[in-house]
Nanobody, 122 residues
Framework: QVQLVESGGGLVQAGGSLRLSCAASGRTFSSYNMGWFRQAPGKERDFVAV????????DYANSGKGRFAVSRDNAKNTVYLQMNSLKPEDTAIYYC???????????????WGQGTQVTVSS
């Protein structure tokens, strides 16, 4: 079992930055690939970024390339999402997820956090 708790969301003006954190419980954090997803009202849950177990490989959705950076600290059981140059269309609830498979698909992930709201004002 892995429990995930996101933090760091909030209200920010367009062009600003936020750093999301996702703290994991348990001693198997380093066994999981960690993904970030987001869901805007009335829309599906979309892939944002994923990082592999060691932190050496990452993948990003086109919407975040060049603006977002995912990282992890296995010693702290935490994964991060640094978001820069935020746009109003980045407004959503952001979720972290843990999965055994390397995937952009939300259904491939086994554990989810409760989400943290990110609101970007224009």
């Amino acid at each position: 079992q892995v429990q995930l708790v996101e933090s760091g969301g909030g209200l920010v003006q367009a062009g600003g930055s936020l750093r999301l954190s996702c703290a994991a419980s348990g001693r198997t954090f380093s066994s999981y690939n960690m993904g970030w997803f987001r869901q805007a009202p009335g829309k599906e849950r979309d892939f944002v970024a994923v990082i592999n177990r060691s932190g050496g490989v990452t993948d990003y959705a086109n919407s975040g390339k060049g603006r977002f950076a995912v990282s992890r600290d296995n010693a702290k059981n935490t994964v991060y999402l640094q978001m820069n140059s935020l746009k109003p269309e980045d407004t959503a609830i952001y979720y972290c997820a843990a999965g055994r498979l390397w995937s952009r698909g939300p259904y491939e992930y086994d554990y989810w956090g409760q989400g943290t709201q990110v609101t970007v004002s224009s």
